[in-house]
């Protein structure tokens, strides 16, 4: 096929992306049978229907293995948001419009005009990123004000609002490098954003602590962590910045916790680093973090304490010592194993690999990183910010963060430049989401 072809037929596949849409400006008029009945439909027609009389929008690799993963997963996360969403389906209605509109138009309209690509995926562009945001936010604003019952107490510029936020989280997901289908990205990130934005009762927030106090305690370990090269300047000014709202979103104990973790990262680096050296596994600059590390490993708890000013639950506790234990969890373990691990395992096939061979585990690696998930857990518990049953559902979250990990590295095998901090950002989204559900689910059958 040739390029114009190719094109052409790309463009086809956009719209089978965008138009089955128009489903969910029907969702408030159907009852449940029907739509499980769609659902149903949709991922059959993924499964068996396009791939075999939709050919035109199946690309050359997909016609050869019959099924495309990419619209199977989009069936899936679209009937799983409508699922798990039915008793506000609006939520679902919203992310499902971002799905179609944002990730569809944006693919349109960076083929086309997008000159200028972005710095850390070379395939998307600044005007795909934009347009994906303005688009998607567009675009769930209309379904969710359409979906939403009769009497709602959130106005529309609050809907519009929410809509611009959650669409634009979703935009930068879908713009990093491809290390998970970006159908199951979208869906997981706008229907967790959705769902806290929600639940929100009021729109003044309310800080855990003084803004000068927040600030002066981020001062002393900044300092300390660039006087003794842990991180690179601006490494440390996005880490203050990082640590100041985590401390007015969610409190002191929120910003021990992820002090401890930053402690044991940068000293764990420096474990064992002839060895690493002559395996050719030493982290460059003597293991010196800089602002794609504090990114990848701090996005998550971030965003989880930013929602913390406006909600103030154990599940956001839970879910953001989750996070930040996951990332313990996986630093620890990378490090150690790399030095002490004698016999490293391919986790998906279980077959002996290499020591420093991506999503390898090593049983050394493994114990020291669960001794590092339970120590950031161990915070939070002396603190009395979360009981003995949280703690097990963090460590419990942060093992799920870690093997997400390590089965996405052994099955795809990134080798795009930033995919260890990529995979960074996906393990902790994890870990938050399972220590999430986890707790939620602890609740509800207590």
């Known amino acids: 096929m040739d390029e114009r072809k190719v094109f052409q037929a790309e463009d086809w596949r956009q719209l089978e992306h965008l138009v089955p849409i128009g489903f969910a400006f029907l969702l408030p008029y159907i009852n449940l049978a029907t739509t499980l009945f769609i659902c149903v439909l949709a991922v059959f027609h993924a499964v068996y229907f396009s791939p075999r009389w939709i050919r035109i929008t199946t690309r050359d690799r997909e016609q050869r293995v019959g099924v495309s993963v990419g619209k199977v997963l989009y069936a899936v996360c679209v009937s799983a948001l409508i699922l798990v969403f039915l008793d506000r389906i609006y939520i679902a209605a919203g992310v499902w419009a971002i799905l179609a509109v944002g990730d569809s138009l ?106 000068k106090l927040a600030l002066s305690v981020n001062v002393v370990p900044a300092i300390i962590a660039l006087q003794l090269r842990w991180i690179s300047p601006r490494g440390v000014l996005l880490a203050c ?105 391919n986790p998906a096939s279980f077959r002996r690999v290499p020591v420093g061979t991506p999503g390898a585990i090593s049983i050394e690696g493994t114990l020291a990183g669960f001794a590092a998930a339970a120590a950031i857990s161990a915070v939070p518990l002396l603190m009395g910010w979360l009981p003995f049953a949280g703690i097990i559902a963090v460590v419990a979250a942060a093992a799920a963060g870690g093997l997400s990990e390590s089965l996405i590295a052994s099955w795809s095998k990134p080798k795009f430049v930033y995919a260890g901090e990529v995979l960074n950002f996906y393990n902790t989204l994890v870990g938050a989401s399972v220590g999430a559900g986890l707790w939620t689910l602890a609740s509800l059958s207590s």
């Open 106 to 211: 944006s693919n349109v309209v960076g083929r086309r005009f997008g000159r200028q690509k972005l710095p850390y995926n070379s395939s998307k562009s600044y005007i795909g990123l934009l347009t994906f945001w303005i688009a998607g936010a567009l675009a769930a604003w209309i379904l969710i004000l359409w979906n939403l019952p009769r009497g709602s107490e959130f106005s529309p510029g609050r809907i519009l609002a929410f809509s611009a936020l959650a669409a634009l989280l979703c935009a930068i997901v879908e713009s990093l490098p491809p290390v998970i289908d970006d159908n199951l990205a979208i869906a997981w990130v706008g229907g967790a954003v959705f769902a806290a934005l929600f639940a929100i009762q009021s729109p003044l927030p309310t800080p855990a602590m003084d803004w």
């Open 241 to 345: 910045l990082f640590g100041t709202v985590i401390s007015l979103g969610l409190g002191l104990t929120a910003y021990l916790t992820i002090c401890l973790f930053l402690l044991l990262g940068s000293l764990v680096t420096r474990f064992g680093l002839r060895r690493k050296a002559e395996l050719g596994l030493e982290e460059p600059n003597r293991g010196r973090r800089g602002v794609v590390n504090v990114i990848s490993n701090g996005a998550v708890p971030f965003i989880i304490a930013v929602f913390g000013f406006w909600l103030h639950d154990s599940v956001l506790i839970v879910a953001y010592v989750a996070a930040v234990a996951t990332a313990a969890l996986d630093t620890v373990a990378t490090e150690i194993g790399q030095w002490l691990g004698r016999t490293t395992v």
